[in-house]
């Protein structure tokens, strides 16, 4: 997925257009959504876009595909797409606009607490970065179950 959007941009694609040969994961029942990000920084200021692509409540005929595009956002604030919203068979999709989530402490604690908070017998992976945005400096955690 992170190849097809880098291709995409590289060929003059914008990101929604480099997400649309990408579908749901095709693991029935549940048809994990694929959550994808794309950051920019631009004269000191932040611009970012969350994408969702999901079957339609389980129907894998339809694809459902959310981006939510936020500029220049507050400092300290963040969003937040998780695959699903609870227990279930099939589990439920996430659902609506992205949390939004209070960016406190440093990367290490921030990672750790949104790891701690996810569900345990449904958690994977979690990527998580700092970016400073006057430098374009960055620190950069991924946390996965299955180290």
């Known amino acids: 997925q992170t190849d097809t ?3 995409g941009l590289k060929n ?3 990101f929604e257009q480099s997400l649309r040969s990408r579908k749901y994961e095709h693991d029935a029942p549940n048809y994990t959504p ?4 794309i950051l920019t920084t631009e ?4 611009h970012y876009a969350l994408s969702i692509l999901k079957s339609d409540n389980g129907n894998p005929d339809c694809t459902e595909r ?4 936020y500029e220049n956002p507050k400092n300290g604030d963040g969003r937040f797409i998780h695959t699903y919203t609870s227990d279930g068979n099939p ?3 996430f659902e609506g606009e992205p949390k939004l989530i209070r960016i406190e402490g440093d990367i290490d604690t921030f990672a750790n607490n949104i790891w701690s908070w996810l569900n345990e017998e449904n958690k994977v992976s979690l990527f998580v970065r700092f970016t400073d945005i006057e430098t374009g400096k960055y620190e950069t955690r991924i946390i996965n179950k299955n180290k």
Do not use: A, E, V
């Open 5 to 7: 959007i880098f291709d």
């Open 12 to 14: 003059g694609l914008t």
């Open 34 to 37: 694929r959550i994808s990000s």
């Open 43 to 46: 004269n000191g200021t932040l």
């Open 66 to 69: 959310f981006t939510y595009t």
């Open 91 to 93: 589990l439920p999709s």
